[in-house]
């Protein structure tokens, strides 16, 4: 099993540019999620999917969009990238059952500049 | 909501030395609490989680942790430190209300000393 897989590993952007990253999930996971993380902030949620065809925003949701593809793809997308926006992305994906206290499972990260 | 502090931002320890990381959580409903563990350009590995069974859980690597709803605490430890222990780590909080996504710290980064 490739378990929560992710690309671009790393991309960078002009300010107003636009992306898409990408993850997939092979587990059969219902839930999904997109975090940002930051030195010394730890990880932030951007956005998630509680299942198929529903999405949720997280804490820091602005200037993002996010579509649930089917049950094991979740993408996130930049309309017009902004340098704040320079940050380490993580994909994660939990539950069959999705429960709160079912492991959430972690991609390898995509790391994206903006200048 | 949920919150989490981790106390200390860099935790040193000698090889051998016990590691002791400090996680303090808030939460208005029965929590679950993990510990994740993070090394240089990786992604996150699940170490430990507490689901409302056994207080004290033990996880992967030798790491153990002990809930204590009197002290709503999670702290992380480990009797003997190893080099590969060398590492960021990430307490984080969720609960069955709500959003069920996790609430994480701010990270303790572990050195290890020869």
């Known amino acids: 099993n490739a378990g929560v897989t992710q690309t671009p590993k790393f991309q960078v952007l002009k300010t107003g540019q636009s992306m898409t990253l990408q993850c997939a999930q092979d587990?059969?996971?219902?839930?999904m999620y997109w975090y940002r993380q930051d030195p010394g902030m730890g990880l932030r949620l951007i956005y998630y999917s509680a299942s198929e065809g529903t999405t949720d925003k997280g804490e820091v949701p602005n200037g993002y969009n996010v579509s649930r593809l089917n049950k094991r793809e979740f993408s996130l997308r930049l309309e017009s990238a902004a340098p704040s926006q320079t940050s380490v992305y993580f994909c994660?994906?939990?539950?069959?059952?999705?429960?709160?206290?079912?492991?959430?499972?972690f991609g390898p990260g995509t790391r994206l500049l903006v200048l | 909501a949920q919150s989490v502090t981790q106390l200390g931002s860099h935790v040193s320890v000698s090889e051998g030395a016990l590691v002791l990381l400090r996680c303090n959580y808030s939460?208005?409903?029965?929590?679950?609490l993990f510990w994740y563990v993070q090394y240089p350009n990786q992604g996150l590995q699940l170490l430990l989680k507490y689901t409302s069974a056994a207080t004290l859980v033990k996880g992967i690597n030798g790491f153990e942790a002990e809930f204590k709803k009197s002290e709503t605490s999670f702290h992380l430890t480990k009797p003997s430190a190893h080099m590969s222990d060398a590492a960021e780590y990430f307490c984080?909080?969720?609960?069955?209300?709500?959003?069920?996504?996790?609430?994480f710290g701010s990270g303790t980064r572990l050195q290890v000393q020869p």
């Open positions: 587990m059969n996971h219902n839930s």
């Open positions: 994660a994906s939990s539950g069959r059952g999705g429960l709160a206290r079912e492991t959430q499972y």
């Open positions: 984080a909080v969720t609960a069955d209300t709500g959003r069920r996504a996790l609430t």
């Open positions: 939460s208005s409903v029965p929590p679950y």
